[in-house]
Nanobody, 123 residues
Framework: QVQLAESGGGLVQPGGSLRLSCAAS????????MRWYRQAPGKQRELVAA???????IYADSVKGRFTISRDNAKNTVYLQMNSLKPADTAVYYC?????????????????WGQGTQVTVSS
């Protein structure tokens, strides 16, 4: 049906930057809200940022002013620019999206998750 493919994770020093990407592909009619979540070891998954199809954004208080979510609707892709990274940002980051899927004979809205990408902030 629909796949979300994440990229851009890795190891970075405190104060550094990373840019995550997540591209949706498959039987897509349209992509609505797109989100980034993260889950650190021993902690619950938490919402980091979200963006609507019109570009309205929300952020967790812990990342406001440091992270920026954006999207390219033509490419069904969402980005997360992460600046001034801290060790507390270390986690697996997951892409999540509400997608209207082409299912004959019509369209259905479903939620999809990416496989996750590791971000490690350490000196």
């Amino acid at each position: 049906q629909v796949q979300l493919a994440e990229s851009g994770g890795g190891l970075v020093q405190p104060g550094g930057s990373l840019r995550l990407s997540c591209a949706a592909s498959g039987s897509i009619f349209s992509v609505n809200d797109m989100r980034w979540y993260r889950q650190a070891p021993g902690k619950q998954r938490e919402l980091v940022a979200a963006i609507s199809s019109f570009g309205v954004t929300i952020y967790a208080d812990s990342v406001k002013g440091r992270f920026t979510i954006s999207r390219d609707n033509a490419k069904n892709t969402v980005y997360l620019q992460m600046n001034s990274l801290k060790p507390a940002d270390t986690a697996v980051y997951y892409c999540n999206a509400d997608v209207r899927v082409r299912l004959f004979p019509g369209v259905e809205q479903r939620e999809f998750w990416g496989q996750g990408t590791q971000v490690t902030v350490s000196s």
